[in-house]
């Protein structure tokens, strides 16, 4: 069945940066809009960027806009989240999803099981 796996997370400095890729499976990737989450110790998970299945609309929350930078590769069955200028409060666990269209809340039809980012301070 459908499969999203992340990959790219780990440990950066603050002010630094990260791109994070999840890789799609099972699931016709081109037809699906595509979404990162995040959840930090805690807390509840929050909306980070979505992105369009056509690639032509994006969608960020506003902790991260000017910051973040999300975009597909529909040939590779690829979305990427390029991060910069990473604060500490970034830190945590970064969740690819599916759904048939972008939604804002966490009701997404698949999920990854999450990259671990670490921001220190």
């Known amino acids: 069945q459908a499969q999203l796996v992340e990959s790219g997370g780990g440990l950066v400095q603050a002010g630094g940066s990260l791109r994070i890729s999840c890789v799609a499976s099972?699931?016709?990737?081109?037809?699906?809009?595509m979404g990162w989450f995040r959840q930090a110790p805690g807390k509840e998970r929050e909306f980070v960027s979505a992105?369009?299945?056509?690639?032509?609309?994006?969608y960020y929350a506003d902790s991260v806009k000017g910051r973040f930078t999300i975009s597909r590769d529909n040939a590779k069955n690829t979305v990427y989240l390029q991060m910069n200028s990473l604060k500490p409060e970034d830190s945590a666990v970064y969740y690819c999803?599916?759904?048939?269209?972008?939604?804002?809340?966490?009701?997404?039809?698949?999920w990854g099981n999450g990259a671990l980012v670490t921001v220190s301070s």
């Open positions: 099972g699931l016709t990737f081109s037809s699906y809009a």
């Open positions: 992105i369009s299945w056509s690639g032509t609309s994006t």
């Open positions: 999803a599916a759904h048939t269209m972008v939604i804002r809340t966490t009701a997404w039809r698949y």
